[in-house]
């Protein structure tokens, strides 16, 4: 269950400003067709966070309990500073208009989410975590009560977003969970076993 609620919690704060935030938005405006965009960022999130899990996983297997604490709790500092950095997106970005909705959101949340800070968090949180399916249900279900908002409400909803506020308490977050991960590394280091 922590996995699950680490896992929700950090990508749903992550979430806050981010590029497929505003991608949500973006599709929001275009299509004006909110339950087709859901299912698009649904499945392009499951398969995006499936692959970055399983990267985990393998990459889990070759680390030893502090070096993989360690490694994660690095990662979790050097995302506190990238969740300070505002996202943006290009203009064009996933604009298709022979797609549909759902065809044009699955797509362009997939190819969005490669190299994202959600992606990497779930790398990050597979290695550390050994129930695979618990993680990308938490990334996923993660994703979904961040962009659900937007893509329901919309421009009135992303204007009075604070978005500067969230993404300082995503950073605040990252940090937290980096230096709890340190500290089980250092815990491991002093205390094998």
């Not at 004006?32 to 392009?44: E, S």
């Not at 990497?120 to 659900?148: E, F, H, K, P, Q």
Request: glycine letters at 8%.
């Amino acid at each position: 269950m922590e996995s699950f609620l680490v896992s929700l919690s950090t990508v749903a704060i992550a979430e806050m400003g981010d590029r497929t935030q505003l991608l949500s938005l973006m599709l929001a405006a275009h299509y004006r067709k909110p339950w087709p965009i859901l299912a698009g960022v649904l499945c392009a999130t499951l398969a995006n966070h499936l692959l970055a899990g399983l990267v985990g996983v393998h990459l889990g297997r070759f680390l030893t309990p502090a070096m993989l604490d360690a490694a994660v709790g690095i990662s979790m500092i050097g995302m506190a500073l990238w969740a300070l950095k505002p996202d943006t997106l290009q203009e064009g970005a996933g604009r298709t208009r022979a797609a549909g909705a759902f065809l044009a959101t699955l797509v362009a949340f997939f190819v969005a989410e490669i190299g994202d800070k959600t992606q990497i968090a779930t790398v990050a949180l597979a290695a550390a975590y050994s129930n695979l399916a618990a993680v990308v249900a938490g990334t996923t279900a993660g994703m979904l009560l961040a962009n659900a908002p937007v893509v329901f409400l919309g421009k009135a909803f992303s204007e009075r977003l604070p978005v500067v506020t969230l993404q300082r308490i995503a950073s605040v977050l990252f940090l937290v969970l980096g230096a709890v991960f340190i500290y089980r590394a250092l815990a491991h280091t002093v205390h094998p076993g």
